[in-house]
Nanobody
Framework: QVQLVESGGGLVQAGGSLRLSCAASGRTFRNYAMGWFRQAPGKEREFVAS????????NYADSVKGRFTISRDNAKNTVYLQMNSLKPEDTALYYC?????????????????WGQGTQVTVSS
């Protein structure tokens, strides 16, 4: 079992930046592909970004390409999401997720473990 805890959310003005962190504990973190998803009120959970278990491959939703960067530090058992040039439409609850030996999966059903989420609110 992998336990995931997100942090770093908050309130930011449009154009600003935030860095989300997801700390993992339990099983061997480096064996897991990691992903970030988000869910706004009344909407389905959507893919944001993913990173392979080696960190060598990444994948992004079109809506965040060029603005968000996913990275991981296997020594710290942590995955990050650097979010720049934030827009009001980025407002959502952001979740991290883990998939055992995954590639760079984009579907929420592909992931086995989920955190509780951290709220990001972008004001206009």
């Amino acid at each position: 079992q992998v336990q995931l805890v997100e942090s770093g959310g908050g309130l930011v003005q449009a154009g600003g930046s935030l860095r989300l962190s997801c700390a993992a504990s339990g099983r061997t973190f480096r064996n897991y592909a990691m992903g970030w998803f988000r869910q706004a009120p009344g909407k389905e959970r959507e893919f944001v970004a993913s990173i392979s278990w080696t960190g060598g491959r990444t994948n992004y939703a079109d809506s965040v390409k060029g603005r968000f960067t996913i990275s991981r530090d296997n020594a710290k058992n942590t995955v990050y999401l650097q979010m720049n040039s934030l827009k009001p439409e980025d407002t959502a609850l952001y979740y991290c997720a883990a998939k055992y030996f995954g590639g760079v999966p984009t579907g929420p059903n592909e992931y086995e473990h989920w955190g509780q989420g951290t709220q990001v609110t972008v004001s206009s």
